[in-house]
């Protein structure tokens, strides 16, 4: 499905945007409600911007990329979020997906190693009146500790296995998605659920994601 033409309206362009997410899968009607209410134009910069609307990853400063909106979608339908869960984002990037968790959960606090990032994310947000996201630069691979315990946490680069770290972060009945898998080879992406015993893992479907960096960025 190509691109729409300059004479594609605002309304047309969304009713093709949710068409497409639909047709990938997302069907949980409040997750399709916030895609359709986060412009993800405003996310991508520079000579990719006519390319906003496409069910495709796209390269953002830094050396890494906005997932494509279906991926998004069903990391964010299968985080299952609720109205009162506070949120914890591993990789802000862009910072479309935590704008999007935005309109689902009432805090998300996001973080990325690249500072960049997480400042020109801070501007959109400002912009589009989320005050309920938190933005800091860190090392994602040891979550937030001072902030833990989270309901949902999600992680939007690869790594081999779930960060230890991480799974101690998330609450009893807490869900976190993540991409697992070596980061030239396939991956999957992973749902684990925490019961009072344990972790549950469901394999969801393959994906390709930019690997799970300990650090930071150099910037």
């Known amino acids: 499905m190509g691109h729409g033409g300059p004479e594609e309206s605002d309304a047309e362009r969304k009713m093709r945007f949710l068409f497409g997410l639909r047709s990938r899968g997302v069907t949980d009607?409040?997750?399709?409600?916030?895609?359709?209410?986060?412009?993800?134009?405003?996310?991508?910069?520079g000579h990719f911007a006519d390319r906003a609307y496409d069910d495709m990853p796209l390269p953002i400063a830094c050396g890494q990329t906005i997932?494509?909106?279906?991926?998004?979608?069903l990391m964010t339908q299968a985080l299952n979020v609720q109205p009162r869960d506070t949120v914890l984002e591993i990789g802000t990037g862009s910072g479309y997906q935590a704008a999007i968790l935005a309109h689902l959960a009432r805090r998300i606090y996001t973080v990325d190693r690249h500072r960049r990032l997480v400042r020109e994310a801070q501007g959109v947000f400002q912009s589009l009146g989320l005050v309920n996201i938190t933005a800091?630069?860190?090392?994602?691979?040891?979550?937030?500790?001072d902030q833990a315990p989270f309901d949902r946490i999600i992680v939007t680069a690869a790594a081999e296995d779930p960060p230890g770290p991480l799974l101690a972060q998330l609450k009893v009945g807490g869900i976190m998605v993540l991409p697992v898998g070596q980061s030239d080879t396939v991956q999957s992406l992973i749902k684990v659920t925490r019961g009072i015993s344990g972790y549950d893992y469901?394999?969801?479907?393959p994906v390709r994601f930019v690997p799970l960096i300990e650090g930071l960025g150099a910037d």
């Open 29 to 45: 009607a409040r997750v399709l409600t916030a895609m359709e209410r986060v412009d993800r134009g405003l996310f991508v910069r």
């Open 202 to 205: 469901e394999e969801l479907r």
């Open 136 to 145: 800091f630069t860190a090392d994602g691979s040891h979550g937030l500790p």
């Open 67 to 73: 997932s494509q909106p279906s991926v998004v979608g």
